[in-house]
């Protein structure tokens, strides 16, 4: 059975550190990763998309992936009260296109 | 803007009685939908995949005949729960995979919280 794995967390920064999501998958032959966030009582909404190895930056976030170790993180910079939520690892799970989720690392960026 | 869109974002029913969910797919064509249901400080789990004009494709655990899900065109899709009960009191959310030439991004509605008293 495919899984992906996160730290549930709570992880807590101060504000304008550097927040580290992690996320490992079980299934060597995944192609797309994502990254959602979630706040409570909301539908997720997607931050960044990964398929290659590397890092792909988009503004404050930048998503690393690592298909060797079936590895892929998210780095927020500049951490802000806002980016508060849960954050949703997921990774394509069939030929379908349906996604796999983590369940999700709880973020607290504090004052 | 929001490109998959859901209603109704709340709903309350009474026990026994049975409520539709409309998912539609805004400015694309979804030719698969996917309906996730999430528990209190739980992770989505994946109910079903929903195909246009065929059958829909249940998980492992979840009643076909309780929730019924029709796809009759390439951007709506329905939920419908059937003889609600209390603990089928949740969030549902359905996605769809918007048309991009590698990763199938998958956006989500906004979810629909459905309580049944």
């Known amino acids: 059975q495919k899984e992906v794995e996160q730290n549930s967390g709570p992880l807590s920064v101060p504000e304008g550190a550097i927040a580290s999501l992690n996320c490992t998958y079980s299934d060597r032959v995944s192609q797309s990763f994502f990254w959602y966030r979630q706040y409570s009582g909301k539908s997720p909404e997607l931050i960044m998309s990964?398929?290659?190895?590397g890092d792909k930056e988009d503004g404050r976030f930048t998503a690393q992936l690592n298909k060797a170790s079936q590895y892929v993180s998210l780095l927020i910079r500049d951490s802000q009260p806002s980016d508060s939520a849960t954050y949703l690892c997921a990774v394509n799970g069939g030929s379908q296109g349906n996604l796999i989720f983590g369940k999700g690392t709880k973020l607290s960026v504090k004052p | 803007g929001a490109v998959v869109s859901q209603h109704p974002s709340r709903v309350i029913c009474k026990s026994g009685t049975s409520v539709k969910i409309e998912c539609r797919s805004l400015d694309f064509q979804a030719t698969t939908m996917f309906w996730y249901r999430q528990f209190p400080k739980q992770s989505l789990m994946l109910m079903a995949t929903?195909?246009?004009?065929?059958?829909?494709?249940?998980e492992q655990g979840v009643e076909k005949d309780k929730f019924l899900i029709n796809h009759a065109s390439l951007t709506l899709s329905t939920l419908t729960v059937t003889s609600a009960h209390p603990e089928d009191s949740s969030f549902y959310i359905c996605?769809?995979?918007?048309?991009?030439?590698?990763?199938?991004?998958?956006?989500f509605g906004e979810g629909s919280w459905l309580t049944v008293v």
């Open positions: 990964i398929y290659s190895n």
């Open positions: 929903s195909n246009e004009g065929s059958k829909a494709t249940y």
């Open positions: 996605s769809a995979g918007s048309p991009v030439s590698s990763g199938n991004t998958i956006y």
